[in-house]
């Protein structure tokens, strides 16, 4: 029996790791979370794997994805999707961003930025530090002769865009309904200077492709929504819903990296621990010595 709680539609959740690393127990957390979502509503779930990073992303951390999804005992609906498949349709998308005047040329190093955020102040936002808008207002003549020749990225007028689309909104089902503050997060980057897009764009265009009707995914995306929320107004998307569940925290409190080895599930395949036990352990909150999970 499916489920079509949600305007009438099958429930259809992802996971959506990238392949620059071996995945870890926060990893297997959430994808517990996503799988358990999906499945006690009779709906799908989907695996999205998001390789646009080629300088970064390996096909043996895709066949190390696969393997640890199998050992955790969580299948997929349908074949594994790829984001480096997608390409065209993400520089059709910046593009018609472009052409409503709402992406400009920064020619900012990050050297640049730091240089201006110790001269006048930082101003932190709940994802980090705010562009300045340092390139937003730059004569026509100075971005055209630049853009020839300088490496740039491409970011969102978030001003702009928000004067367009109006107020919006979003609802997270453990946090309720949320009013969207894109400008708390100032001028994103969208197409990056060294990759052909970036997770705020690809993330809401493959959601919107795949059919997501429901995004389950960690609290430390939360204050992406609000990006996420904008780009779906302006690109005339589907507003899925959200479920921010809490991260899991190493022992001095910050999020688990792919850099901690020791944590990869890659070696606790290795070392003969049985996933379906871990994943069920993971579900009842019980946590190897250390890891600590972050309220939602």
């Known amino acids: 029996m499916?489920?079509?709680g949600y305007l009438g539609q099958d429930i259809v959740v992802r996971f959506a790791p990238s392949p620059n690393g071996l995945l870890h127990l926060g990893h297997a957390y959430a994808a517990c979370v996503a799988y358990d979502y999906a499945r006690e509503r009779g709906?799908?779930?989907l695996l999205r794997i998001e390789d646009i990073d080629a300088g970064r992303s390996k096909a043996e951390f895709v066949d190390s994805i696969l393997a640890d999804?199998?050992?955790?005992g969580l299948d997929w609906d349908g074949d594994v999707i790829f984001q480096s498949e997608r390409l065209a349709k993400y520089a059709e998308a910046a593009e018609?961003?472009?052409?409503?005047g709402l992406l400009y040329p920064c020619f900012c190093s990050r050297s640049d930025i730091r240089s201006v955020q110790?001269?006048?102040?930082?101003?932190?936002g709940p994802d980090g530090p705010i562009y300045s808008g340092t390139c937003r207002n730059l004569g026509s003549d100075e971005v055209a002769t630049r853009v020839k020749t300088e490496p740039h990225n491409w970011r969102l007028d978030v001003g702009k865009a928000v004067r367009l689309t109006g107020d919006l909104s979003w609802h997270d089902e453990r946090h309720g309904d949320q009013q969207a503050d894109p400008a708390a997060l100032g001028d994103v980057v969208l197409i990056p200077k060294d990759t052909s897009v970036s997770y705020h764009l690809a993330v809401t265009l493959d959601d919107a492709r795949d059919g997501i009707t429901h995004v389950v995914r960690g609290a430390d995306l939360f204050a992406s929504t609000h990006i996420h929320r904008l780009l779906q107004a302006l690109l005339d998307l589907p507003v899925p819903r959200y479920v921010h569940h809490g991260i899991l925290l190493d022992e001095i409190g910050l999020k688990l990296s792919k850099s901690r080895d020791s944590a990869s599930l890659a070696v606790l395949r290795e070392e003969g621990v049985d996933g379906h036990i871990l994943a069920n352990e993971l579900r009842k909150n019980i946590f190897p010595v250390g890891i600590t999970l972050t309220k939602d």
């Open 2 to 4: 499916t489920s079509r």
């Open 43 to 45: 709906g799908k779930l």
């Open 69 to 72: 999804m199998r050992w955790l």
């Open 96 to 100: 018609n961003l472009k052409q409503k």
């Open 118 to 124: 110790k001269k006048e102040g930082l101003i932190k």
